[in-house]
């Protein structure tokens, strides 16, 4: 089966533009999670949608944001982009029934803000 | 609030030894999933392995084993006969019921040839 795919896979911005990024999970995955990688704080939550309802929330300001489609397929996108916004993102879709816990992941979008 | 704790940034390992990742972590719940997820420079992460709480037994998946400590908070990943392809960095990640993954800071493992 596809496994979780990630668009773009890079993208260079210019500070104060805004970016979208999209996921789209497994086929019966109804939970996607985004998460922000750098080299200096690891891998920190940003959201996670389950059933187009936004269920956790991290500790991220309110210029990123997410939503969830009814396909389960996900967006995320940050607003007024700062050089410190500079990561790979990375989705991850989890199944989130029964016992079956544990994420997949998409490949990343390497996001440059310059 | 869960917490996941990697002391060892980096180590390595001579091809076809064993090495063993260490994890504790620390949660005020009684139903959580542990995991172990590698990421390759290619930067795909990937589940290696998961453990529920409350199975005594310690998962395994083919070289990769864990040892769990439940009492102790402690999840460290053994890896048999390492191979060039598990070089990758390793993190160790906690996750309670309906809730976020939290994730470790990561070790960076080098397999050498």
């Known amino acids: 089966k596809a496994g979780v795919t990630q668009t773009p896979r890079y993208l260079i911005k210019t500070r104060g533009q805004q970016v979208t990024l999209s996921c789209s999970p497994i086929s019966g995955h109804r939970s996607v999670s985004w998460y922000q990688q750098t080299p200096g704080q690891g891998l920190q939550f940003l959201f996670e949608?389950?059933?187009?309802?936004?269920?956790n929330k991290g500790n991220f300001p309110g210029r990123f944001s997410g939503r969830q489609f009814s396909n389960s397929r996900s967006e995320m996108n940050v607003s007024t982009l700062e050089l410190g916004d500079s990561a790979l993102y990375l989705c991850?879709?989890?199944?989130?029934?029964?016992?079956?816990?544990?994420?997949?992941f998409g490949s990343g979008t390497r996001l440059t803000v310059v | 609030a869960q917490t996941v704790t990697q002391s060892q940034p980096e180590m390595s390992v001579q091809e076809a030894e064993t090495v063993t990742l260490s994890c504790t972590y620390d949660t005020s719940e009684s139903n959580y999933y542990l995991f172990w997820y590698k990421q390759p420079p290619s930067r795909q992460m990937i589940l290696v392995i998961r453990?529920?709480?409350?199975?005594?037994q310690n998962a395994t998946e083919n070289r990769f084993s864990v040892n769990f400590q439940k009492a102790a908070k402690s999840f460290s990943l053994k890896i048999s006969d390492s191979q060039l392809g598990d070089t990758a960095m390793y993190f160790c990640?906690?996750?309670?019921?309906?809730?976020?993954?939290?994730f470790g800071p990561g070790t960076s493992l080098s397999v050498i040839p």
């Open positions: 990640a906690s996750q309670t019921s309906y809730d976020k993954v939290i």
């Open positions: 949608y389950f059933s187009e309802t936004q269920r």
């Open positions: 453990q529920e709480a409350y199975k005594q």
């Open positions: 991850a879709s989890s199944l989130k029934e029964g016992e079956d816990y544990g994420y997949t």
